[in-house]
């Protein structure tokens, strides 16, 4: 029921997720991400603490491969779970249970790891890596394209219905999350047109909440 790319900026450091399903508010429940320690989606029939559960073995310095293996080890249910997942130096890890649904892959690209389930061909999460890879600017710019290159290839074998997007940077709060919950159109075209409504904004919002008194005019009634 859902695709998913992780990926790192080689150049900035920043870390984010875009996920996209056919069940509703997948933002709410899947993609974990924690400043300087790395990122983990939860997916498929979702155990939401396993992403906080694997962020806390990679903070405590263990290896990708073994965060991912502890935390499935605390779920009597991992034959249910997918889940992928990257820390901030690149190293990655994933894992499909005997129980995923569907049609279902997961590989690891060049500083991304994608996966899905329920998907129309396999070739669906290749193309993702394969966009993310070639694609250059904004992070964001570059998550967005792997899952339009994906819902491209095919998507999920049903219609989707909610996305998101998720980036953390420097700070402990994510300087992008962005969400569409449910959607009867096009959610990841939906998306797309809120991170080019929030770009220009990301860096004003960054520096109000460091340092308010260098911060540009909010731009709201009564802030004149």
């Known amino acids: 029921m859902t695709l998913s790319i992780i990926g790192r900026c080689a150049h900035t450091g920043q870390m984010g997720i875009?996920?996209?399903s056919s069940s509703?508010?997948?933002?709410a429940r899947c993609p974990w991400l924690r400043s300087e320690v790395g990122a983990v989606s939860t997916q498929n029939i979702t155990l939401p603490a396993l992403g906080p559960r694997i962020l806390d073995r990679l903070q405590q310095g263990e290896r990708a491969e073994t965060a991912l293996k502890g935390g499935l080890e605390t779920d009597d249910y991992s034959m249910?779970?997918?889940v992928t997942v990257?820390?901030?130096d690149g190293q990655t890890a994933f894992y499909s249970g005997e129980k995923t649904l569907g049609i279902h892959n997961a590989l690891s690209g060049e500083n991304c790891v994608a996966a899905g389930n329920m998907l129309a061909s396999p070739q669906v999460i290749t193309e993702m890596v394969n966009a993310f890879e070639q694609h250059s600017g904004h992070l964001a710019d570059r998550?967005?394209?792997?899952m339009q290159a994906g819902l491209g290839?095919?998507?999920e074998a049903g219609p989707l219905h909610s996305?998101?997007?998720?980036?953390?940077?420097a700070p402990v709060w994510p300087i992008v999350d962005l969400r569409v919950d449910w959607t009867d159109g096009d959610p990841i075209d939906e998306l797309?047109?809120?991170?080019?409504?929030?770009?220009?904004?990301?860096?004003?919002?960054?520096?109000?909440?460091?340092d308010p008194r260098s911060a540009p005019g909010y731009g709201v009634p009564g802030d004149e």
Request: charged fraction near 10%.
């Open 18 to 20: 875009a996920i996209s």
């Open 24 to 27: 509703i508010a997948v933002g």
């Open 80 to 82: 249910y779970r997918q």
């Open 86 to 88: 990257m820390t901030t």
């Open 143 to 146: 998550l967005i394209a792997a």
């Open 153 to 155: 290839a095919g998507g």
């Open 163 to 169: 996305v998101a997007l998720s980036i953390v940077d």
């Open 192 to 210: 797309h047109q809120l991170w080019q409504a929030y770009k220009p904004q990301m860096q004003d919002y960054i520096t109000r909440a460091l």
